[in-house]
């Protein structure tokens, strides 16, 4: 399935999702583009809406960049243990550097919500997101929730990798994708039109 955009996609899954139409459910998109397709997730299911900002840990090797995992705001972290030993980094140095991607990471959501973290704490959470590659960042956003004390953590994406689901499934309470590509390389593959969000 190729979505037409990322509203596209939250529509689809929006109809997957109804299920989990309560008052205790909150919807929160991965910052950025995960929040586009949980804004329609959220407005079928007349649900509150709210951010959560994750990054990807990267660091440059020889020819490329490669990514360690991922840290979200409340305190997610995810790291690769494959590719942890690949990194110039290691003992101290990389818990600093991931320090500081923490930092900046809480440093952003408090900019871009401007207001409190969203209360989660007894709560099912919908973390939507536009798609899944590696599956890091839902990984470290999952822990982040789970800390948080919600109830229930329910992933819904677009289009995932099967090894990013094997990642996540042992993770979250549910997990929704709406295509499986084993073959995908970046998310904005399964999409005609994939613009970058702004702040």
Known sequence: MRFRDRADAGQKLAGVLAPYRSADVCVLGLARGGLRVAFEVARALEAPLDLWVARRVRVTVPGRRLTLGAVTEGGGMYLDVQAVPQSPLSGASLQAFVRDELEDVE???????????????????????????????????????????????????????????????GRADAVHALTLDAGLREVAEAYGSFPALSE
Request: charged share 20%; glycine share 12%.
């Open 107 to 169: 440093r952003q959501a408090r900019q871009l919500r401007g207001g409190p973290t969203p209360a989660v704490r007894g709560r099912t959470v919908l973390l939507v997101d536009d798609g899944m590659v590696t599956g890091s960042t839902v990984a470290a956003a999952l822990l982040a929730l789970q800390q948080s004390g919600a109830r229930q953590r329910i992933v819904a994406v677009g289009v995932a990798t099967p090894r990013a689901l094997e990642l996540i499934r």
